[in-house]
């Protein structure tokens, strides 16, 4: 295949979202509320005190929403099932209720041709268990593998691609270490913890459908390549630490069964690493490994930065997103042909790229213009195409987000949606780069070289 060519025959071509940023409803039909739900009721934690009481108000919309998937002609999408609607104590009686939710809307999709792939974890946990320690309780691992039997018993063979967590690197780092993201810990002690249990967490889920599970079941990691901003050896130690923190911490343990090295020094006596049992514990086979990608990071040494000791080289030039990251398409073919080198050919998929810039108002514009988006899709889409090009196997590619959603700490303010969500009215207009990636749907990425132009 060159590089010119369309992408694989079978190729998944999806989109993304989460339940908490976008169902709303958190309690309805005997729901337990979530770290989430809590969270955003503290004073100062989310920006304009949003919370995700209505969010995309999906719960109730969710069959206007797969029609909306349908008419892009989506193949696949990625969504989560949230653990407080299935468990309202996040361990013991099950609500029914909550799976009949998502039961409908497997329904709903498989009915428009659209293939569901479901995250047991994004980031919502049961409040309930958060009272007992949260991801820092070791029992967590066997809650987490109860309540992912539950879904499977409930949803396998309705659902065939399957994802346990999502990005355990942020719930540790922005959960339990700077206390950013719920449940708003900042404890050096209480991260390593949580980060270990998180590894126990998806190795027993992984488990517990090799027992009963038909379809495929991977780990969806963040992945941000890490460059030196000098060749001086200080910059380059910490790019070293960096990477170790960010992209080879879960990678390692879970595919390799090692910890990497340099992990426990960024922690020092803070860092309670797994026994030799542990580590064997997390290394599972997994059917695929998920890839969120979003930018790069250009680093520098900085002592003064607890505790990587990492600074970032704020890159001139170059476009950044309203997030502050900066476009770096280049980013993506690098990460998926370092995960070949470094983890041998397992199945890849794309489960998140996209990037919130400023939209324009819907009115009176009938289409919204998003050309900064349109181009970060086709570039960031042109370097999978590279990558694939030469032999990495990725068979899929999810843009992140279908819709305008919660997007956590910063509330509604950061658009990442292909389609615009009105929130006073719920009306959802679909961006140019909606039109733009449903034309490389349609055409199998054959499109993707003019629209760059
Ligand atoms: C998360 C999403 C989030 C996106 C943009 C990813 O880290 O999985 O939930 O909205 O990044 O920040």
Redesign the pocket.
């Known amino acids: 295949m060159t590089e010119t060519t369309p992408f694989p025959d079978g190729f998944l071509w999806g989109a993304a979202t989460?339940a908490y940023?976008i169902e709303g409803s958190p309690l309805a039909d005997g729901a337990g509320p979530s770290i989430w739900h809590r969270f955003t009721r503290i004073p100062g934690k989310v920006r304009d005190g949003d919370t995700a009481d209505v969010a995309c108000d999906h719960y109730n919309r969710y069959l206007e929403d797969v029609a909306l998937m349908k008419s892009l002609g989506l193949g696949a999408y990625r969504f989560s099932i949230s653990w407080s609607r299935v468990m309202p104590e996040g361990r013991g009686a099950v609500n029914q209720k909550g799976l009949d939710f998502y039961r409908r809307l497997v329904d709903a999709l498989h009915e428009a041709g659209i293939r569901p792939m479901a995250t047991l974890y994004?980031w919502d946990l049961p409040a309930a268990l958060d009272d007992r320690g949260g991801w820092t309780n070791p029992d967590i691992a066997g809650w987490f593998a109860d309540y992912a039997r539950t879904c499977f018993r409930a949803l396998d063979g309705a659902i065939d691609l399957w994802t346990t967590l999502?990005?355990p690197w942020?719930i540790a780092d922005g959960g339990y270490l700077h206390g950013v993201l719920a449940p708003g810990h900042d404890s050096p002690f209480e991260a390593p913890r949580a980060s270990k249990n998180l590894l126990l967490a998806h190795a027993a889920g992984v488990t517990a459908y090799r027992a009963e599970g038909k379809g495929q079941i991977g780990l969806v990691v963040?992945l941000e390549p890490k460059y030196p901003a000098s060749k001086r050896l200080e910059d380059l130690s910490a790019v070293a630490r960096a990477d170790a923190y960010m992209n080879r911490q879960y990678l390692d343990q879970a595919l390799l069964g090692k910890v990497p090295e340099g992990l426990a020094d960024i922690f020092g006596e803070a860092w309670e690493g797994p026994t030799d049992a542990e580590l064997a514990a997390m290394k599972v086979p997994v059917d695929y490994v998920g890839v969120?990608y979003?930018t790069r990071a250009v680093v520098h040494d900085d002592p003064r930065s607890f505790p990587v000791m990492e600074g970032r080289t704020l890159q001139r030039n170059t476009t950044h997103t309203e997030?502050g990251w900066e476009v770096y398409p280049d980013g993506l073919y690098d990460v998926l042909t370092w995960v070949r080198r470094r983890y041998g050919n397992v199945p890849l998929y794309v489960t998140?790229n996209g990037a919130a810039f400023y939209d324009p108002p819907v009115s009176p514009e009938p289409l919204l213009n998003d050309p900064l988006r349109v181009a970060y899709l086709d570039a960031h889409l042109g370097a999978v195409r590279r990558a694939i090009a030469e032999g990495v196997d990725v068979r899929g590619y999810f843009a992140?987000?279908l819709l305008d959603n919660m997007?956590?700490a910063h509330g509604y303010r950061k658009r990442?949606g292909i389609v615009h969500v009105d929130f006073a009215t719920q009306k959802r207009t679909p961006k140019a780069s909606a039109r733009f990636y449903a034309e490389v749907i349609r055409t199998n990425g054959a499109c993707l070289r003019l629209a760059g132009s």
């Open positions: 989460s940023q994004h999502n990005e942020v963040n969120n979003y997030t998140e992140w987000s997007e956590w990442f």
